[in-house]
């Protein structure tokens, strides 16, 4: 092999990497050897940006050592070097090679991203005249950036995930790039306006994203100069500006303009951008469409393969508003989700547009579902969710789309039997059909071992009948099922076929008979849900122990026996045992699980003492134990639970003094939902999971814009966690928890006055010590809770007078001091 000819692109291994499990290639082996003269042999090949696993060789050694904030001295014999990997590492300093002139004078590709270094690298490398494309992705670049001429051939700089934030500097350090054909500044913290000194001198500019800063106000009208632009990136800035006058309307050459997430005034014609004839790519979710009727419809020059126009809600809004929807036939992607559009479905768009993969419209008014016109091949996603439609998912509909991947109809009126159809779909990975008003069976085809689906979602309707798999067969594909709120009957034992499920919710029946055992194998569970059935039996000793496990329920069924001696599941953050028949003493039940967040045992027939170990569960926010048999006082360890946001131990034979430790809790570092699994980041504004995302959602939106494609990923199980307290049924979602307290000692046999701490803290909502042998005044701290709705102090032995001040408690619904001798 050539030497000359050598693109190699060295990276030193760092901490996270690990050795790839591709192989190593002779010639790159030859190279390296070429190489080895003074190359630190903890260095790893990657040619073509594909990493090789070289761990075999002698010499070069796997094991990572480059420590944090490890300084590269840079490789001197690389005269030939044209590029140079150095991404993801902890380089937080740089060391130029001394001694030697310009040993990187060929160097053309830099790539350094993903490390900490900061704004003094700009002046080291702006020595290295032949570099033409930089990528200085995540890394700390901050103030003011020094750029002394230098990059005149500089091509390419991505500068993207830095805390850069001032614009002023950013124009000034690379106003003199005057190559500059591809310019990153996505992810830093620019804000304020960019009117005056917008970039104006990179006139060459092709490619600009400044997507996700703060940036305020209007365009920089010398923009209207960036005459060779085709791409640019400015979503999710605050942008005020009106397309109609902005510079925008010069910049003809523009093959994706993506402005989403800003206020950007937009015309609904899209007239000022009818002369972009290259146009391919339009992105305007999140802004605000202005319809202008005025505009005679006119014929635009561009053909859109993606046009997204989420959430830029205009009140009276139609398809045919977009006008110029009328003249597109190459799209491929066209989302027009949440903009409460009140018409009939367009299924011309359909006709026209036979290439259409994503069809995103949920969150609107469409009255029916139609059957779509034709068979469309082409058709992957197709998102009506929420829209309230009426009408039947019919054998024709099925039939018509025949190589969907995703079709959620859920949160309609759909009605009708579920069509066994759905099985020839066998491209179909997600359907979501719950929340409409389906009837009959669940057609079992749906779960056949060929499928390929993974969730399948009919929760909330009104199903019937048994779910019977045929023996012996494993249906490996499915990982979510979710059948919950219907009348399904039978046993579990189909779910001896199921054992990849991560996700499995069938609460709401009438399933009869024992947990299988299969459950304990079943090891990717994540969720299980199977409250509100007519189960019985033992629990299964295994369940406890499967690693994946986050959130078990089974309550309201007739489970019973006592529970194993000490579990691990490691992962579980809930636990939904109540309304059972479980007993036996939990002292030594011992979980290892230092995540749990909630833990309901009530309503069973547990005794013994609560035990001292609840308080290591740090996490724990959520305790009820009403309704047992526990006896004996407050164990002082549960005062080391800050976290406490409920707790309900009414109903036992608990006695002693009130606790004076539970609190006050410091809400804002502790709050509730701070513990619950947030979401992982989306680029879906404004349908971000809320925190009770069980299973960890995708639901991302990936772009590339360089080999031309830009995909809409769409899928994800969320999933809302209800839960009940004997007063209480609701569906607390996102950050409600945050200020709810609920204390619930009743009916039990504490004694003593109440202590004044009892008022823990002022976002109490409801108080309970009734039924108990409470002696003493009415503490006046009670006063103080200000949002308190319900008191409840009845038949306890209370001497003295009501406070006054507790009539001044405006949310008070409920004062319940009968039966004391008051
Ligand atoms: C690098 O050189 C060392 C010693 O000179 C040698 O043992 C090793 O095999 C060489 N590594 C490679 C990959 O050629
Ligand atoms: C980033 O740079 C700032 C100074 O500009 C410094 O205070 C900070 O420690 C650096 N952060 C890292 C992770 O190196
Ligand atoms: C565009 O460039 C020309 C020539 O460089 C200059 O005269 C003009 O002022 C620029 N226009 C804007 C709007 O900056
Ligand atoms: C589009 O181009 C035509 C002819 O070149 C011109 O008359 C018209 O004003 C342009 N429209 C816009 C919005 O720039
Ligand atoms: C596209 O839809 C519009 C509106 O219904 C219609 O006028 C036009 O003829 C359609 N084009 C094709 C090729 O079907
Ligand atoms: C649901 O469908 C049933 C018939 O299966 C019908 O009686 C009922 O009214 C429907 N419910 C709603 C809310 O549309
Ligand atoms: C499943 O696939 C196999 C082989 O591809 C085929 O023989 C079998 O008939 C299929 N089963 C069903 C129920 O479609
Ligand atoms: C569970 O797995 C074990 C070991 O893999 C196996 O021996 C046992 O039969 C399985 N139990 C059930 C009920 O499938
Ligand atoms: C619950 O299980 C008990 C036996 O443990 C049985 O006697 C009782 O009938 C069951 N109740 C229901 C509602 O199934
Ligand atoms: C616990 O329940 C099981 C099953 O109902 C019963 O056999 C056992 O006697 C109970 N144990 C105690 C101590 O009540
Ligand atoms: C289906 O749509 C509903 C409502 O828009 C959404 O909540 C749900 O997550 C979607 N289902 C899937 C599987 O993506
Ligand atoms: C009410 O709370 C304040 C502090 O928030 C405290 O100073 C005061 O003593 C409390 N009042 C009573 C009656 O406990």
Request: hydrophobic letters at 40%; one cysteine or more; a negative charge.
């Amino acid at each position: 092999m050539k030497k000359k000819a050598l693109w190699v692109l060295v990276v030193v291994l760092g901490i996270t990497r690990l050795c790839g499990s591709r192989g190593c290639w002779e010639q790159e082996r030859v190279a390296l050897s070429a190489l080895n003269a003074t190359l630190d042999l903890k260095y790893r090949v990657d040619v073509g940006g594909s990493y090789f696993n070289c761990c075999s060789w002698e010499g070069v050694e796997c094991n990572p050592t480059t420590g944090r904030n490890s300084r590269a001295s840079l490789f001197l014999p690389f005269e030939e070097l044209k590029s140079l990997s150095l991404s993801d590492n902890y380089l937080g300093g740089w060391i130029a090679p001394e001694g030697i002139n310009s040993p990187l004078s060929k160097l053309e590709v830099l790539d350094v991203s993903h490390n900490s270094l900061g704004h003094s690298i700009l002046s080291i490398l702006s020595t290295i005249p032949s570099l033409r494309h930089l990528f200085l992705h995540d890394n700390n670049l901050s103030g003011t950036l020094h750029v002394n001429g230098g990059f005149s051939n500089l091509k390419e700089l991505d500068m993207s995930d830095n805390p850069v934030d001032d614009v002023g500097t950013v124009v000034r350090a690379l106003g003199a790039l005057s190559s500059l054909r591809i310019l990153s500044l996505q992810s830093n913290t620019i804000d304020g306006t960019i009117t005056t000194q917008g970039l104006c001198n990179l006139v060459k500019l092709e490619e600009l994203d400044l997507s996700n800063n703060g940036i305020t106000g209007e365009l920089p009208t010398c923009w209207r100069n960036m005459t060779s632009i085709r791409v640019l990136f400015l979503e999710d800035n605050e942008f005020t500006d009106n397309v109609a006058s902005s510079p925008l309307t010069s910049l003809t050459s523009l093959e994706l303009l993506s402005i989403s997430g800003n206020y950007f005034d937009i015309p609904s014609s899209l007239s000022p951008l009818a002369n972009y004839s290259r146009l391919k790519v339009l992105l305007l979710d999140d802004n605000k469409l202005t319809i202008d009727s005025k505009v005679a419809p006119l014929i635009p020059r561009f053909q859109l393969k993606y046009f997204t126009m989420s959430n830029s809600l205009s009140k009276g809004f139609k398809v045919t508003s977009l006008g110029f929807l009328n003249h597109q036939y190459d799209l491929i992607t066209i989302d027009l989700s949440s903009n409460d559009i009140s018409s009939v479905f367009p299924t011309w768009l359909l006709e026209n547009n036979t290439k259409l993969k994503n069809l995103l419209m949920a969150n609107n008014l469409f009255a029916t579902l139609e059957v779509p016109p034709m068979t469309l091949r082409n058709l992957l996603v197709m998102d009506m969710s929420n829209n309230g439609m009426r009408g039947e998912l019919t054998t024709e509909f099925c039939l018509n789309v025949p190589n969907l991947q995703y079709l959620n109809v859920s949160a309609n009126r759909l009605e009708g039997n579920i069509p066994s159809e759905l099985a020839s779909m066998k491209s179909l990975l997600l359907l979501d059909l719950s929340h409409n008003n389906f009837s009959g069976g669940l057609p079992m085809q749906l779960l056949d071992s060929n499928s390929s689906l993974y969730s399948l979602n009919v929760a909330y309707n009104n199903l019937q009948g048994e779910i019977v798999l045929s023996d012996n067969t494993m249906y490996l594909n499915l990982l979510c099922l979710q059948l919950e709120h219907h009348m399904f009957k039978g046993d579990l034992s189909f779910l001896s076929s199921l054992v990849n499920l991560l996700l499995l919710d069938v609460s709401n029946n009438f399933f009869i008979g024992k947990l299988p055992r299969v459950i304990a194998n079943m090891s990717s569970l994540a969720l299980l849900d199977l409250s509100k059935n007519q189960l019985n039996g033992l629990i299964p000793q295994g369940l406890f122990n499967l690693l994946g496990l986050e959130y078990l329920a089974l309550s309201d069924n007739n489970l019973s026996g006592s529970l194993a001696s000490s579990f691990i599941a490691p992962e579980l953050r809930h636990i939904h045992l109540n309304g059972n028949k479980l007993n036996g003493s939990i002292v030594h039940l011992l979980p290892n699980s230092s995540n749990l967040v909630t833990l309901d045992l009530s309503e069973n027939e547990f005794f013994g003492s609560i035990p001292y170990w609840l308080g290591n569960l740090s996490q724990l926010s959520i305790l009820f134990l009403r309704g047992n048999d526990f006896y004996g006082t407050f164990p002082k360890q549960l005062c080391r639970l800050k976290s406490l946001s409920m707790i309900d131990l009414s109903k036992n034979n608990l006695f002693g003094p009130l606790p004076i430790c539970l609190g006050p809790v410091n809400f804002s570092s502790t709050g509730y939902a701070n513990k619950v699994d947030s979401a992982p980041h989306s680029r879906f504004r404004g349908q971000l999971p809320s925190p009770w995302s069980y299973v960890r959602t995708i639901r991302s939106q990936t772009r590339s814009y360089n080999n031309k494609i830009l995909i809409v990923e769409v899928w994800g199980v969320p999933h809302i966690v209800e839960f009940t307290t004997k007063r209480r049924f609701d569906a607390y979602k996102g950050y409600a928890l945050l200020n709810m307290i609920e204390l619930d000692f009743s009916c039990n046999h504490f004694s003593g006055e109440i202590p004044p701490e009892i008022a823990i803290s002022q976002d109490m909502l409801m108080l309970n010590l009734s039924h108990n042998k409470l002696t003493g005044h009415i503490p006046m701290s009670l006063s103080n809770l200000t949002k308190i709705e319900s008191i409840d102090l009845s038949y306890n032995n209370l001497i003295g007078s009501i406070p006054e001040e507790l009539t001044r408690l405006n949310f008070l619904g409920v004062f319940n001091v009968s039966y004391n001798d008051l």
